[in-house]
């Protein structure tokens, strides 16, 4: 056996994490984009995988996704929160969210839902979000929206609360 297979043995054998991406868009009003996935239960927000095996970066991936899902495809702003996320059933996810910024009424008008994924699409008041997204997603969101109203840096989160300090 070559070195190259030992470290490709090596690295089919790490455990496994997912990793997505997601854009947190606003209206004037500071209400939340939210998208209703037609593939479970619940609401989202714009995004998804990223697609590593093709170089994909977590800011790309967030525009692509955009873009694919409701056809909005600017520049995004900075990382909100990064959010290490446990679930059962699947490997841990890293979810990555950014500043979508705020959509003017003229955007908001050109939403075209990716028929494929999406059944509807909805404006959202922070205060509500925990009871349209589910879990950490839920908690993640309101972080990001508190630190937008705040200034404050990236928020680093796990199950989308802020860790204790070690």
Known sequence: MTTTDDYATYIASLP??????????????????????????????????????????????????????????????????????????RPPLVGYLFDGGVLDAEQLASIKLQEEELISWRLVEPAELTAYLPGPLGLRTQEAYRILQSGEGTAELENGLRPQAS
Request: glycine share 14%; proline share 5%.
């Open 16 to 89: 496994r994490v997912l990793a997505g991406a997601a854009a947190l868009y606003r209206d004037a009003r500071g209400r939340v984009l939210l998208v209703e996935p037609n593939y479970r239960e619940g609401w989202a927000l714009p995004g998804g995988t990223i697609e590593s095996d093709q170089g994909e970066s977590p800011r790309t991936a967030a525009r692509r996704e955009s873009a694919e899902e409701i056809g909005i495809d600017i520049p995004l702003g900075r990382l909100l929160t990064v959010d290490w996320t446990v679930g059962a059933g």
